[in-house]
């Protein structure tokens, strides 16, 4: 049955293509076609044989079914491929778009990269602008300044010419009178020696009588005044009381004039002992009758804060300045000794103020003294240096012994220190070797390692004072803004800018003609923004510049009008300290720069 099924299927096709070969030969040439008539006749004998057969009706049905089957295939398969096809156009759009996307993000990419590149050109040829600009600013002021060179010079020989010409024709004029007078000398000593040669006889006759009366009038005063000594003297040898009387009374005269020397020396030495400050001591705040008694008292955290509230440092310095006044306060009121200590630092940081603060702060006196004023006093440097530190042994309350610049005498021992300095140095290790309980060494250096090893090895603390911050340095200026310009021309003013105190004070300035203090100055629009800025600007500088500096400012705006102050006049200060700032760290770089700070 499978075989009539395929047989019928053949003959079927190829009766369909007989029968298309047939419509297509109607159609055209036979021939053209290469039409074959046999198929036909093939197709018919198979439609004959299918119609003769019992299974033809079966065999149709196998075949439209099977026909089906192939149509539904092929719709598939067609579904397939448009659903291929559309996969294909959707992958070919998305292909499409990522390219258009790729070539508008380079062209983008390639955009931003010509603006930048044009961007640059444009900077470069500004910048080259600008230094043509500053080249040709800079040709200009040098063409000022030798043009102003020259005049200055010109004005220089003009002066000189001047000069020169005044002291020739002052010289020519001298000389004249000079002249004149030895001739009109001249003339008058002929006259005189022509009048004394017409009188000599007269004048030789008065100088006789006078020589004669000089003699006679010396010849008695001799006479009487040895006859009065050989009358008193044969007195006293013929009476033996006067006699003893007489050399009693000069030799308790003797006694009397010594002991009264000696005396008076020795209490000077004792007053000076007990009431006077060495030679060596420039500034102290012992008293030597007022407060000898006063023990330091145990103050708080707060109160030692507010001792050093006016003093501006490092944050982590600060606390190691407070801990060592609390420190050194206890230590004082339980009867320790006390801890030497070296402060060191570049110039104006604050060391002398907070060893002063420090002292005050504990309970102690302090007194400072330079390290300067020892090398040259050679061999007498060691007495006043022993005197010094029986002085500071000797006070009750105990004493802070600040030696600033002390690396001027306590420099290291070596083959060109002089035996005055050497000998110094060995007197103060000497009275350093062991802690005392009288007094405290605070050494302050701008060079520690131009110390001796054994002066270093004195000290238990050694403390760095660097330069302030920004934020040290805006805390600094506001606190003497408003030391010197805040409180300018009140009692509380600084840089001597405070009114006269007291009615004595205030008499004096009158008296003198002069104002009991300056007048206030009138801030108009200085803020804290502008002390920040100053403070941004003004890096590198000390305590002792910024003070400086705000004393500038204070000069400047008394030399205005009005006694005030803007900001304009501000920042135009500051911008003028920076650059004098930037000059003096050149001078010294120049001169060598060997200083570690």
């Keep these: 049955m499978a075989s009539m099924a395929a047989l019928a299927r053949r003959s079927l096709l190829a009766g369909l293509s007989a029968s298309a070969g047939l419509t297509v030969a109607c159609c055209a040439d036979d021939k053209a076609l290469g039409f074959d008539p046999e198929g036909l006749e093939r197709g018919a004998k198979a439609l004959r044989e299918i119609n003769a057969s019992p299974w033809a009706k079966k065999v149709f049905e196998q075949i439209k079914v099977q026909e089906q089957t192939k149509q539904a295939d092929l719709r598939a398969k067609e579904a397939e491929f448009k659903a291929q096809a559309e996969q294909a156009a959707i992958q070919h759009e998305r292909v499409r778009w990522e390219e258009q996307r790729k070539s508008m993000q380079q062209d983008a990419q390639q955009k931003a990269q010509l603006a930048q590149y044009q961007d640059e050109l444009?900077?470069?040829?500004?910048?080259?602008?600008?230094?043509?600009?500053?080249?040709?600013?800079?040709?200009?002021?040098?063409?000022?300044?030798?043009?102003?060179?020259?005049?200055?010079?010109?004005?220089?020989?003009?002066?000189?010419?001047?000069?020169?010409?005044?002291?020739?024709?002052?010289?020519?004029?001298?000389?004249?009178?000079?002249?004149?007078?030895?001739?009109?000398?001249?003339?008058?000593?002929?006259?005189?020696?022509?009048?004394?040669?017409?009188?000599?006889?007269?004048?030789?006759?008065?100088?006789?009588?006078?020589?004669?009366?000089?003699?006679?009038?010396?010849?008695?005063?001799?006479?009487?005044?040895?006859?009065?000594?050989?009358?008193?003297?044969?007195?006293?040898?013929?009476?033996?009381?006067?006699l003893l009387a007489a050399v009693g009374g000069l030799s308790l005269l003797a006694l009397g004039v010594y002991s009264a020397k000696e005396g008076t020396r020795s209490a000077a030495k004792a007053f000076d002992r007990w009431f006077g400050t060495p030679k060596l001591v420039r500034e102290t705040s012992r008293k030597p009758l007022l407060g000898r008694g006063a023990a330091p008292v145990e103050k708080s955290v707060d109160q030692v804060k507010r001792d050093f509230s006016d003093i501006v440092l490092e944050p982590g310095l600060q606390d190691h300045v407070r801990s060592l006044a609390a420190l050194t306060a206890n230590v004082k009121r339980h009867g320790a000794p006390f801890r030497h200590m070296l402060f060191y630092g570049p110039p104006g940081t604050g060391k002398t103020m907070a060893a002063k603060r420090l002292a005050r702060t504990s309970g102690m006196d302090y007194a400072i003294l330079s390290g300067g004023d020892v090398a040259p006093l050679g061999g007498n440097a060691v007495t006043q240096l022993h005197e010094t530190f029986d002085w500071a042994e000797r006070s009750r309350r105990g004493l802070l012994l600040l030696i600033d610049e002390a690396d001027a005498f306590l420099s290291r021992r070596g083959g060109n220190i002089s035996e005055g300095s050497r000998a110094a140095i060995n007197a103060f290790l000497y009275r350093t070797g062991e802690q005392s309980r009288d007094f405290c060494v605070v050494l302050a250096t701008n060079r520690p390692s131009d110390l001796d090893p054994a002066v270093i090895d004195r000290t238990d603390e050694a403390i760095e004072f660097g330069l302030p911050g920004d934020a040290e340095r805006h805390r600094i200026l506001q606190v003497y803004f408003e030391q010197y310009i805040l409180k300018a021309g009140t009692a509380e003013g600084g840089a001597g800018a405070a009114a006269a105190r007291g009615p004595l004070a205030r008499l004096s300035a009158l008296l003198r003609g002069r104002k009991g203090g300056p007048e206030t100055i009138t801030v108009k629009d200085v803020s804290d923004a502008d002390l920040w800025w100053a403070a941004e600007k003004m890096d590198g500088f000390s305590g002792r510049e910024l003070a400086k500096f705000m004393a500038s400012v204070q000069a400047m705006a008394y030399g205005s009008h009005n006694a005030e102050l803007t900001a304009q006049m501000f920042r135009r200060m500051v911008e003028t300290k920076v650059g004098e700032h930037a000059k003096r760290r050149g001078f010294i770089e120049a001169g060598g720069g060997d200083a570690p700070y």
Aim: glycine content about 4%.
């Design 122 to 242: 444009a900077r470069k040829r500004m910048e080259t602008e600008h230094e043509k600009q500053r080249l040709r600013n800079l040709e200009l002021v040098q063409l000022q300044e030798e043009a102003g060179r020259r005049a200055e010079q010109e004005k220089a020989a003009i002066a000189a010419q001047i000069e020169a010409e005044r002291r020739a024709t002052e010289k020519y004029k001298a000389e004249l009178e000079k002249e004149v007078q030895r001739e009109r000398a001249l003339a008058e000593a002929q006259g005189r020696a022509e009048e004394r040669r017409k009188n000599k006889d007269i004048y030789r006759e008065e100088l006789q009588i006078k020589l004669e009366e000089d003699r006679k009038r010396l010849v008695e005063a001799i006479n009487t005044t040895f006859g009065n000594l050989g009358s008193a003297a044969a007195s006293l040898l013929t009476d033996r009381d006067k």
